[in-house]
């Protein structure tokens, strides 16, 4: 006998159901400063130590409504009083927080209120919003005593207002579970390469498990993980899919991904949403974030129902930052906040690294919060180290400290000058141009927290006030706590005297690991992709993979023949040997280009070194058209340098190694024919590197190839990949420094090439 269907069911978590359906007003953003992760946790922790010993924390709650299943936590439960609680921190003056603030806490607690009654029987109940401030330690509680009924009422009254919503949403997600099933690849065939990525991206995410996958430029890598993940989702029954990307170029990439599937199968349902930075969606930058001062701030709440729904069913208004930008003007909302909202209605997600991975990352915070199963991309992830460093660091500047300490208001004196003076006094104990200390400095940490309690309170107390520095100042004081709360040796603490007096403190993250592996421990599956993921070990060892990851090396399409790579051995491009290095370098170039006329590019270690070739190679032979990347290049300026690489072009463009040509751009055919790499890319040798090295050396025992060796060679094959882009291209790559010559050098070069040494004539 047959089972009876069972009826698909609508998991909302409380804190959503509520900002669904009880958020009004204004958007309001003026600065008051919130309590961090961990104060809000120690005030949390604080107020449930002050009640009876039979008070219960972290109290887990779900109930049905129809098709709806709403769970969460309650903060706590005082069974002598009868008393459910709901806790928020915060600081400064409880009077300023917003109306609608306070509405939407109202509706967490009669919510959670009705879920605790329905599960332990109580026909009545008090509900207590209890408010700490995380300043002076005390609470302000707001309590009312309800009947069961009324909340019952009450959580009726939510869910059928959030149920229409949630009926159209079950009906979506069946349609759109049935369509990825049965997706086809949008190509006739797929490439050389790209069905065996594909399959261990599918494998990856069917058995639970992380994959770092190398495979070469060329095959299609971002539709080639994309498609497996759309096509593993449902049986998976993955919330959400994540595509990460270091730059631009791999967001652009990806929404072409997304139109390619669309022109294949047009009514494809696929919610995409592309998250900006805020600075770059803020459509009012001279105004600040409230109703008051932005009219796109104004009434946000109450027109964003309609600015969802218009973008949900507008196919359009989901395909991209400006299609959406569209969608926001035209019901007067700020497109920044709308995009943040529809993170909890879209399929794929498509943002930076710093969305995930970074220690405040919303797209890992709402997974989290909402219980979300979800599946994550990372292009081009040979990025995630150095990116991962930059987002667990924190520095202070001591010139730009002093400059705003002297603009202060006078409340703050007496905190900013005590944090001056143990500045000060930290600088002459350590009297080096560069010292790494043992343990941060107690003194100065405990001073800078002063400083940060006396910075909140102010900012609490002058909501309105405007101090840009005197914020940013507070906002980077912040983080270096938050990053001392975790300092330990995967990190240094370290003292840099710079130019004009100035001394940086920074602390400096070596090993980004262990901040890294929650995020991949939070996904069903994490993909590392890119061209250049060798050796293995140095990306797993240095980015936290779980023991479980997979790894995949993706044969190359192409062939020996199509590339022709030559290695210089007989010139050293070592910093003591670079004067002596340029013009044999200018006489190759040009022999070169004489042979064989076509655009090229040429990368060098470092802008001085590439100003000292250019003038030479100019002298020389002014007839060879030529072209130079400069320092801080604008966006205008960088297209124009790409379009001198036009089809059936002839010059030779000059860049740096690492820099924004020597990965992610695409000059496929002849507009590009061959790049000349005068580098092995070698981080430079200082004594930031050379501590970190021996970090290295200490957890790793490989310090030198760590810090040296591995990262270099995976810029020099970046940049080679530039040539050949396509099966039908051809192309020439020349290595030049003597060092290519070593076996343990072309050990991590591509296996499909077949290096020969160049012989001087």
């Known amino acids: 006998m047959d089972q009876p269907a069972v009826a698909p069911r609508y998991t909302v978590a409380v804190r959503a159901l509520c900002e669904f359906t009880a958020k009004q007003g204004d958007l309001d953003l003026r600065f008051t400063p919130s309590p961090t992760a961990q104060e809000g946790i120690a005030g949390h922790t604080l107020v449930a130590s002050r009640r009876s010993a039979d008070y219960q924390s972290e109290i887990s709650l779900s109930g049905d409504h129809g098709p709806l299943l709403v769970r969460g936590r309650a903060d706590g439960y005082d069974p002598s009083l009868n008393r459910l609680e709901e806790i928020k921190t915060f600081r400064g003056d409880l009077t300023r927080m917003p109306e609608n603030h306070r509405h939407l806490h109202w509706a967490q607690v009669r919510i959670y209120g009705w879920l605790l009654c329905q599960e332990r029987g109580l026909d009545a109940l008090t509900l207590a919003l209890v408010y700490f401030d995380i300043g002076s330690q005390q609470e302000t509680v707001l309590t009312e005593v309800t009947d069961a009924a009324t909340l019952k009422q009450f959580f009726k009254l939510q869910c059928e207002r959030f149920l229409a919503w949630a009926t159209q949403e079950l009906a979506y997600r069946s349609a759109r579970d049935a369509a990825w099933t049965t997706l086809d690849f949008p190509h006739p065939a797929f490439r050389a390469g790209q069905r065996e990525l594909a399959q261990a991206v599918y494998q990856g995410v069917t058995s639970g498990r992380c994959l770092l996958a190398q495979a070469p430029t060329g095959i299609g890598k971002t539709i080639g993980t994309l498609f497996p993940l759309l096509k593993a989702a449902p049986s998976q029954r993955l919330d959400k899919l994540y595509f990460l990307a270091a730059k631009t170029s791999g967001r652009s990439l990806a929404l072409g991904a997304v139109a390619l599937l669309k022109q294949h199968a047009p009514v494809l349902p696929l919610r995409v949403l592309e998250l900006v930075a805020r600075d770059k969606a803020c459509e009012h930058p001279d105004k600040a974030c409230h109703g008051d001062s932005c009219p796109l701030a104004r009434g946000f709440y109450d027109r964003l129902p309609q600015a969802r729904a218009a973008a949900i069913h507008n196919d359009s208004g989901m395909t991209g930052h400006q299609s959406l930008r569209s969608v926001a003007l035209a019901h007067d909302v700020c497109p920044y906040y709308l995009a943040q909202d529809l993170v909890r209605w879209s399929d794929l997600v498509i943002g930076d690294y710093n969305y995930y991975f970074d220690s405040s990352a919303m797209l890992y915070s709402m997974a989290m919060a909402n219980q979300w199963q979800v599946a994550v991309l990372v292009d081009e992830a040979h990025n995630l180290i150095e990116r991962g460093r930059k987002m667990y660091s924190a520095q202070l500047g001591q010139r730009s400290f002093n400059a705003m300490r002297l603009m202060a208001p006078a409340p703050l004196r007496k905190s900013l000058d005590k944090v001056g003076r143990s500045w000060t006094a930290l600088v002459k104990e350590n009297a080096l141009d560069y010292q790494v200390l043992a343990a941060l400095p107690e003194k100065f940490m405990t001073a800078l927290q002063l400083a940060i309690t006396s910075l909140g309170d102010f900012f609490s107390e002058n909501p309105t006030r405007v101090d840009v520095d005197l914020q940013r100042f507070y906002f980077d004081a912040l983080h270096v706590m938050r990053m001392a709360e975790s300092f330990d040796a995967n990190s240094l603490f370290d003292i840099t005297r710079q130019a004009a007096g100035d001394t940086v403190l920074c602390i400096r993250n070596v090993i980004p690991a262990p901040f890294l592996a929650p995020r991949f421990a939070a996904s069903r599956s994490t993909t590392l992709f890119s061209a250049t993921l060798s050796p ?111 089809p059936g072009g002839r010059g030779i463009g000059f860049a740096v190694l690492g820099g924004s040509f020597a990965e992610g751009i695409d000059l496929p055919g002849d507009r590009l024919i061959g790049a000349f790499i005068a580098t092995l890319g070698l981080p430079q040798m200082n004594p930031v590197n050379e501590h970190i090295m021996r970090r290295m050396e200490a957890r790793f025992g490989s310090g030198y190839d760590y810090t040296y060796l591995f990262p270099g060679l995976q810029k020099v094959v970046q940049a080679a990949g ?33 290096p020969e040494i160049l012989l001087p004539k």
Do not use: C
Request: neutral net charge.
């Open 536 to 646: 293995w070990h140095f990306y797993s060892d240095t980015l936290g993979l779980p023991a479980s990851t997979a790894w995949i090396d993706v044969a190359s399409p192409f062939t020996a023949d199509q590339l022709s790579v030559r290695l210089v051995n007989t010139i050293s491009t070592r910093f003591q040997h670079r004067d002596a290095s340029i013009a044999p370098i200018v006489a190759l170039m040009a022999e070169q280009y004489r042979q064989q006329p076509g655009n090229y590019l040429t990368f060098f270690s470092s802008f001085d070194y590439l100003q000292k070739v250019t003038t030479l190679f100019a002298a020389r032979h002014p007839d060879i058209p030529m072209w130079a990347q400069s320092r801080r290049m604008e966006e205008a300026d960088r297209d124009a340098f790409l379009a001198r690489f036009a």
């Open 722 to 754: 530039r040539v050949i882009r396509t099966e039908s291209d051809r192309g020439v790559v020349i290595l030049i420094d003597d060092r290519f010559g070593r076996s343990t050098v072309q050990a991590l070069l591509p296996r499909w090439w077949t």
